[in-house]
């Protein structure tokens, strides 16, 4: 088994999850958020409509939404960056979003762009260059519609 699917594997244990997520992302625990699908090019992250999520308008809040569109790209960066062979660190130098339905019940952000996020880091490492990278996540709601697409930007240097 290698260094990243060892980490994968460590991600899906929710009780592990959460125990980082209460060190590391406390606000993220505290909204709801899950991974509920990890792999090494996809990661699915869900967030419940829950009173501390709602905003005065009887949906999720836009800037929940965007703490889970931003954790299902950011895991993948994450895994990618402590599997990696020198240390690397990593930022969002950008975001954008467009919002297409109201957001009233769970919703599942997914990114499927593992797979450009390592080779952004990979070839840092090789260059010894900053790399940027733009992945895109998909909100989804339970009856199948979307309801946010967000776009961010990640930076990706090693560390000297």
Known sequence: MTKKEKLLASVRNPWKMRLYMLKKLPL??????????IHENKASVS???????????QSIYFAALAMAAELSTGILALTAVQA????????????????TKKAKSKIVFTCKQGKEISEAIEESIRTGEGKIVTVNTVGIDISGDKVAEFNFTWTFKVKE
């Open 28 to 37: 993220a625990l505290i909204a709801g958020l899950r991974i509920i699908d």
């Open 47 to 57: 967030i419940p409509f829950k009173y501390i999520n709602k905003n005065p308008f």
């Open 84 to 99: 990696a062979s020198k240390p690397v660190s990593m930022l969002v130098f950008d975001m954008n979003a467009n919002f």
